[in-house]
Nanobody, 127 residues
Framework: EVQLVESGGGLAHTGGSLRLSCRAS????????IGWFRQVPGKEREGVAA????????YYEDSLKGRFTISADNAENTVYLQMTRLEPDDTAVYYC????????????????????WGQGIQVTISS
């Protein structure tokens, strides 16, 4: 069974930072693609960032480049999302997602329709 367990969410102030973690199990981490999405009530879920741990390729939502950084610790089967210069518009439920393919194909597949989802974690940015 594939499990994606998110942690690290919570409350931060505008301009602050948070780091989200997603620990994956039940799938070959090195041959998968892991990413983050977020959703605000009443809006569609949107892609944030994704990484292919086997080669380190990353992909970001254009508007978040420079503020958010995705990374992977292959030894810990964990993907991190470092979020900086946070804004109230970053308030959302953040979901970890995974796709059981890697490389550029995996990044594309994950961005379109991931195979697996975590439960989601709330991030709230106060103004």
């Amino acid at each position: 069974e594939v499990q994606l367990v998110e942690s690290g969410g919570g409350l931060a102030h505008t301009g602050g930072s948070l780091r989200l973690s997603c620990r994956a199990s039940g799938l070959p981490f090195d041959d998968s693609t892991i990413g983050w999405f977020r959703q605000v009530p009443g809006k569609e879920r949107e892609g944030v960032a994704a990484i292919s741990p086997t080669d380190g390729d990353t992909y970001y939502e254009d508007s978040l480049k420079g503020r958010f950084t995705i990374s992977a610790d292959n030894a810990e089967n964990t993907v991190y999302l470092q979020m900086t210069r946070l804004e109230p518009d970053d308030t959302a439920v953040y979901y970890c997602a995974a796709e059981s393919s890697s490389g550029k194909d995996g990044l594309l597949r994950l961005w379109v329709l991931p195979e697996y989802w975590g439960q989601g974690i709330q991030v709230t940015i106060s103004s």
